[in-house]
């Protein structure tokens, strides 16, 4: 899946220093649910047992490549596929060195595009910090709308933080 700027491709065993470092970095646990650090031996395995069948495994990783460099700049996830109801979860992240240049709106196009073209899903959906406004407007400006808000849904250091549920359609 090739844009202008980013391409989406499988995980690869070369990606296992970059995935070690994004999924260890504590500023990212608030949007992944993840309490603990990954070991280098747990993301070896997820990547070896890592099939590209998105209906066996109910979930998919998709690395972001820049196209004029061939970079991994981010990856997007989708995750509780749900088949008989032909729904998922997407999620995104972009390297912070990467940021504010497009590549998160292509990146979820091209993700968007596969979803309702190739697995022929009906909708996709992402769950957002509300006070993520940066992401809410990316998501919006990939077609999602906001359908439902979950009141003090995640707990930060400062409190807790509702959660905005958006979702797309493939109309």
Same mark, same amino acid.
Not at 3 to 9: A, H, S
């Given at each position: 899946? *090739?844009?202008? +700027?980013?391409?989406?491709?499988?995980? $690869? %065993?070369?990606?296992? %220093?970059?995935?070690?470092?994004?999924? +260890?970095?504590?500023?990212?646990?608030?949007? /992944?649910?993840?309490?603990?650090?990954?070991?280098?031996?747990?993301?070896?395995?997820?990547?070896?047992?890592? /099939?590209?069948?998105?209906?066996? +495994?109910?979930?998919? #990783?998709?690395?972001?490549?820049?196209?004029? =460099? !061939?970079? =991994?700049?981010?990856?997007? &996830?989708?995750? &509780? *596929?749900? %088949? &008989?109801?032909?729904? @998922?979860?997407?999620?995104?992240?972009?390297?912070?060195?990467?940021?504010?240049?497009?590549?998160?709106?292509?990146?979820?196009?091209?993700?968007?595009?596969?979803?309702?073209?190739?697995?022929?899903?009906?909708?996709?959906?992402?769950?957002?910090? @509300?006070?993520? $406004? @940066?992401?809410?407007?990316?998501?919006?400006? @990939?077609?999602?709308? $906001?359908? !439902? #808000?979950?009141? $003090?849904?995640?707990?930060? #250091?400062?409190?807790?933080?509702?959660?905005?549920?958006?979702?797309?359609? +493939?109309?």
């Amino acid at each position: 899946m *090739v844009g202008k +700027n980013v391409f989406l491709r499988a995980l $690869e %065993p070369e990606d296992l %220093p970059v995935m070690y470092t994004w999924e +260890n970095d504590r500023d990212n646990w608030m949007v /992944s649910n993840t309490t603990a650090p990954f070991s280098r031996h747990i993301l070896e395995k997820f990547i070896e047992t890592s /099939s590209q069948d998105i209906y066996a +495994n109910r979930q998919l #990783r998709l690395m972001v490549g820049e196209v004029s =460099t !061939g970079d =991994t700049v981010g990856a997007v &996830d989708v995750f &509780d *596929v749900d %088949p &008989d109801h032909q729904r @998922a979860a997407l999620g995104i992240l972009i390297a912070p060195e990467y940021r504010r240049r497009g590549y998160g709106l292509e990146s979820i196009l091209l993700a968007k595009n596969y979803l309702f073209e190739d697995v022929r899903l009906h909708q996709v959906y992402c769950h957002v910090m @509300a006070d993520n $406004e @940066a992401s809410v407007r990316l998501f919006q400006r @990939a077609g999602f709308t $906001e359908c !439902g #808000r979950l009141r $003090e849904w995640m707990r930060t #250091r400062d409190g807790f933080v509702d959660m905005w549920v958006m979702q797309c359609l +493939n109309e």
